[in-house]
């Protein structure tokens, strides 16, 4: 027998063994369940009205998934400005900090990217990067009137005044185009750090504290982003479809295709393909050029679509309505849906060919049904035969179908007994014509009830 203070004491060993195997198995997941995290989204080419939903909605994927910050990597040469207006609006009253990065070495954030970068809580540039270069141009990529630059100096100063960045570099950068390196952006602090790698962004990032949400309810907090895990926030397929679509250079090309395919049906109207294509590259280029919004864009394709795949089942032809309307349903879906809402394309796709494919068919069924002999009424009758019966005057009637029909002959009077044939109708009157000689015996009972 062992002594008791010997088995108490072993006792009290192994609990103190047990705690610390728990304590040092539960250490990496509480390790990693305090881990920060930061919402990493990248922009590259021009500020669309795209790139402004996807920073809105990275905003507020953020927000709702408890994101350290927003970190926006960015390589742009400008954009449209109301799309820059609204990303501004965004990212200044945003309740999650807003990290801009400009990156990789040779990137710049030239004219609409500078705006966004002076917006940002947190402004960084990879070495060998540039900024600056805002001053708005029109359309044809002419310098834009002297209203417009004073409008566009006012938006980037207020914008540097609000996060106490060089004004004077906001004012040279819009009315002389000035853009200046990454070293000399940091100087003039019109940037917070200069990072060669995310990681080291992060790093230098960390402990700042900043200024965020709207200004009647601002708050402000320190940021935590050393060892931040990345989550990548992507634009996606159709994203890249849209952003795409969005291409100046495209909405020229679709519009004048568009043009001259509607021009060519008018002219020659034929199978209809010039004008469904037309339609739809038409309304293509006006969403590119910003004329349309995406919904509205979507929604003009949509119905499009179902006025095609009407057209196919009223008048079926070679599935031009079809084809049409199934290439206009996958690009509705497109523009329509976005976000969290957006569409799988494991799931528009298929759909959108059986829609299509159905309309197809419907449309060979209810050809093959217009084109079937009629099985009911007058039109059922025509070329049966039967015995003339119960003859008054020249109005004679005969059994056909379970039901009497009073008969009256086209060139003479019918008799009774007489052997006839249905060709026409007059009102409730059946028209008839002798059908040859009266059947015999036999024969006849087949026209008798």
């Not at 990345?230 to 519009?255: D, I, N």
């Not at 339609?279 to 969403?287: D, T, Y």
Request: hydrophobic share 50%; glycine share 12%; proline share 5%.
């Amino acid at each position: 027998m062992y002594p008791s203070s010997l088995l108490s004491s072993a006792r009290r060993i192994t609990q103190i063994l047990l705690v610390a195997l728990g304590c040092l198995l539960a250490a990496p997941a509480v390790s990693a369940a305090q881990s920060p995290t930061v919402l990493a989204m990248r922009v590259d080419g021009t500020i669309t009205p795209v790139v402004a939903g996807h920073l809105e909605e990275g905003l507020r994927v953020a927000e709702r998934d408890g994101h350290e910050a927003l970190l926006v990597e960015m390589d742009t040469p400008g954009g449209l400005l109301q799309s820059t207006r609204e990303i501004v609006q965004d990212v200044l009253a945003s309740e999650v900090p807003v990290i801009v990065y400009v990156t990789p070495s040779g990137a710049r954030a030239a004219s609409a990217g500078a705006y966004i970068a002076l917006s940002a809580h947190v402004a960084a540039m990879a070495p060998g990067t540039h900024i600056g270069a805002g001053t708005p141009v029109t359309g044809q990529g002419e310098e834009a009137s002297e209203k417009v630059v004073n409008d566009a100096v006012a938006f980037a100063v207020s914008i540097a005044e609000q996060r106490e960045r060089s004004t004077d570099f906001a004012r040279d950068m819009v009315r002389d185009g000035r853009s200046v390196s990454d070293r000399e952006a940091q100087r003039i602090k019109i940037v917070d750090l200069v990072a060669p790698s995310r990681d080291a962004l992060l790093t230098g990032a960390d402990g700042r504290r900043v200024v965020v949400g709207p200004q009647d309810a601002e708050r402000e907090v320190v940021l935590r982003t050393a060892g931040a895990q990345a989550v990548e926030h992507e634009l996606g397929f159709f994203g890249e479809l849209r952003q795409m679509l969005a291409s100046p250079e495209l909405a020229y090309l679709f519009l004048s295709i568009g043009t001259l395919a509607v021009i060519y049906e008018l002219a020659s109207p034929g199978m209809g393909i010039g004008g469904v294509l037309g339609a739809i590259l038409l309304v293509l280029g006006f969403v590119a050029l910003s004329v349309l919004p995406f919904s509205v864009g979507g929604l003009l394709l949509l119905a499009l679509a179902a006025a095609l795949f009407v057209a196919e089942v009223l008048t079926p032809g070679v599935g031009v309505f079809a084809a049409g309307g199934t290439v206009s349903l996958l690009f509705a879906g497109a523009l329509m849906f976005r976000g969290e809402l957006g569409v799988d394309p494991a799931v528009l796709w298929p759909a959108a060919l059986v829609v299509g494919g159905g309309s197809v068919l419907a449309g060979r069924l209810a050809w093959r049904a217009r084109k079937a002999p009629a099985t009911t009424g007058h039109q059922a009758l025509l070329g049966r035969e039967a015995l003339v019966r119960r003859v008054e005057g020249d109005i004679g009637q005969v059994l056909l179908e379970g039901a009497w029909w009073t008969v009256r002959g086209r060139d003479a009077e019918v008799s009774d007994g007489q052997h006839v044939r249905v060709v026409d109708h007059d009102g409730l009157e059946l028209i008839v014509e002798p059908a040859g000689p009266t059947p015999g015996p036999g024969t006849e009972q087949e026209y008798r009830s």
